[in-house]
């Protein structure tokens, strides 16, 4: 092949390539050949710039022009350069190019002539420079997080760490990622504990939930953190590694231990009232009735106050066992109960118990099953007894319920003295009582509380003619039909 055919061909091939093709002399001032992709990317003909050389350099971005002067220097010394830059000054036709420059040395190895090629990547900086936008939105996310948010490839090393996790560490964000935990905490027995959850996660593609476990961070402060791990793919890559998502659960954790000591001591109030008061109060009652043959009329007198006094006592005992029992329920304890059953049981007890008050019930009670405890007696029991005692000598009380849509709604009326409008809100309270009561009005709070945690409502109205009407709504069990 002669000279004449192989530049036809080389010329053939070289515009048949998108990418710039070009032959300098050594000192750049000649230049010996471009092809017709350098229209495509400068803008300007090929023959503008065939015919004065320099302009081949003109339409570099002012920013980048020192850049490529030290690249060529470099080529003609002798050593091959790549490079990416602007071309073109106009904002709406700038354009980004990947070049390589190359030194051509003659046989004697003297370099007259510099070539390369000059690569349009424009489009590969703009899908760059979305990114990189995501990665900034992303991050100002990530950063606004008060949680933990990280990511760890399989050599353990962070990818991806929030402020949050930076802030424990007591570094930057930059001295979390690209470095390990063995290297940033402290505790080698928690970091060898996070390895071993991480290469867990990678290494069975599942993700992990970890309840409980600490973190100590730069103060030496202990952190107990509820963490989430799932298989992950960094964008781009098809290395295996965790992303993390942890939550700084101290507080909570102290409000639980605190809770479960306030608990503890709950439940040994609760057994002190129900056992050795209950047996003290019954002892009470029990010596008194031995004494009744051995005093006069008058001195029966007190003896029946002093039985009266022990029987109420007894009375508040069982309502602060109860409320105690209340306060310590968990809130899925309800039940399907046959309400009818457990209303006309407690009504046969109390009429057992106060023989001179009158107690009915007004009207057949429906079959309905509500949603609620053993409780529910002592709710039953409360409302009675509160409708008899804070009443004269030969109370009258009324028991009703109806079934209203989604609700079961019992009503005890009584004929008593009634309750004011301005106090009708804070009868259910934590110490409401009467006006004139003498008692701790902790049976209406029991009642209160109770029925709030069925999910119903308590309420007192007015009764005809006199006296007031206390209505406890209880949700009824799906599915019942009215």
């Known amino acids: 092949m002669g000279p004449q055919e192989f530049k036809r061909l080389f010329r053939q091939l070289a515009e048949s390539t998108p990418?710039?093709?070009?032959?300098?002399?050594?000192?750049?001032?000649?230049?010996?050949?471009?092809?017709?992709?350098?229209?495509?990317?400068?803008?300007?003909?090929?023959?503008?710039?065939?015919?004065?050389?320099?302009?081949?350099?003109?339409?570099?971005?002012?920013?980048?022009?020192?850049?490529?002067?030290?690249?060529?220097?470099?080529?003609?010394?002798?050593?091959?350069v790549d490079i990416e830059y602007r071309v073109n000054e106009a904002e709406d036709y700038?354009?980004?190019?990947?070049?390589?420059?190359?030194?051509?040395?003659?046989?004697?190895?003297?370099?007259?002539?510099?070539?390369?090629?000059?690569?349009?990547?424009?489009?590969?900086?703009?899908?760059?420079?979305?990114?990189?936008?995501?990665?900034e939105r992303l991050r100002q996310v990530i950063d606004l997080v008060p949680d933990l948010i990280f990511a760890k490839n399989a050599d353990g090393e962070y990818i991806l760490a929030n402020e949050t996790v930076a802030d424990l560490y007591g570094v930057t964000v930059d001295d979390v990622e690209g470095n390990t935990d063995q290297e940033l905490l402290a505790s080698?027995?928690?970091?060898?504990?996070?390895?071993?959850?991480?290469?867990?996660?990678?290494?069975?593609?599942?993700?992990?939930?970890?309840?409980?476990?600490?973190?100590?961070?730069?103060?030496?402060?202990?952190?107990?953190?509820?963490?989430?791990?799932?298989?992950?793919?960094?964008?781009?890559?098809?290395?295996?590694?965790?992303?993390?998502?942890?939550?700084?659960?101290?507080?909570?954790?102290?409000?639980?231990?605190?809770?479960?000591?306030?608990?503890?001591?709950?439940?040994?109030?609760?057994?002190?009232?129900?056992?050795?008061?209950?047996?003290?109060?019954?002892?009470?009652?029990?010596?008194?009735?031995?004494?009744?043959?051995?005093?006069?009329?008058?001195?029966?007198?007190?003896?029946?106050?002093?039985?009266?006094?022990?029987?109420?006592?007894?009375?508040?005992?069982?309502?602060?066992?109860?409320?105690?029992?209340?306060?310590?329920?968990?809130?899925?304890?309800?039940?399907?109960?046959?309400?009818?059953?457990i209303v006309e049981s407690r009504v046969d007890a109390i009429r057992s118990r106060y023989h001179h008050a009158e107690i009915e019930i007004d009207r057949p009670i429906p079959a309905t099953t509500v949603l609620a405890d053993e409780l529910l007696g002592s709710v039953l029991d409360n409302l009675l007894k509160n409708a008899i005692v804070h009443n004269d000598d030969d109370p009258t009380v009324t028991v009703a319920v109806d079934r209203e849509a989604h609700v079961a709604a019992v009503r005890v009326a009584d004929d008593g003295p009634g309750i004011p409008p301005d106090r009708r809100d804070q009868i259910f309270g934590k110490g409401a009582k009467g006006l004139e009561s003498s008692g701790t009005g902790l049976g209406l709070h029991l009642v209160g509380t109770i029925v709030d945690q069925y999910g119903g409502d308590a309420?007192?109205?007015?009764?005809?003619?006199e006296g007031s009407v206390f209505v406890v709504e209880l949700p009824v069990a799906s599915g019942e039909s009215q």
Do not use: C
């Not at 050594?26 to 992709?37: H, I, K, P, Q, T």
């Not at 003297?110 to 690569?119: A, E």
């Open 94 to 135: 700038q354009r980004w190019v990947w070049a390589r420059g190359d030194p051509i040395p003659d046989e004697d190895g003297t370099i007259r002539h510099v070539g390369g090629y000059v690569r349009d990547i424009t489009d590969r900086k703009r899908r760059e420079r979305e990114i990189e936008q995501a990665r």
């Open 188 to 341: 080698e027995e928690q970091a060898e504990q996070f390895r071993a959850d991480d290469l867990d996660v990678i290494e069975s593609g599942e993700s992990k939930f970890v309840s409980e476990e600490e973190l100590t961070d730069a103060d030496g402060e202990v952190h107990v953190l509820q963490t989430r791990k799932i298989p992950f793919y960094p964008p781009g890559s098809d290395e295996r590694a965790v992303l993390g998502y942890a939550r700084d659960v101290s507080d909570l954790k102290a409000y639980e231990r605190e809770l479960e000591s306030q608990r503890d001591h709950l439940e040994l109030l609760n057994e002190v009232v129900r056992h050795d008061i209950r047996n003290d109060m019954q002892m009470v009652r029990g010596r008194a009735e031995l004494l009744e043959d051995h005093v006069d009329d008058a001195g029966r007198e007190h003896l029946d106050d002093l039985d009266r006094a022990a029987i109420g006592a007894i009375d508040r005992t069982k309502t602060a066992r109860d409320l105690t029992q209340a306060m310590l329920r968990s809130e899925d304890a309800t039940e399907p109960l046959d309400l009818r059953r």
């Open 19 to 80: 990418d710039v093709i070009f032959l300098f002399t050594a000192d750049w001032e000649e230049l010996l050949f471009v092809n017709d992709a350098y229209e495509e990317i400068w803008g300007r003909s090929v023959e503008s710039v065939e015919a004065d050389s320099t302009d081949f350099f003109e339409g570099i971005h002012p920013a980048d022009r020192d850049a490529v002067r030290d690249a060529m220097e470099r080529i003609t010394a002798g050593e091959s």
């Open 459 to 465: 309420r007192v109205t007015d009764n005809d003619p």
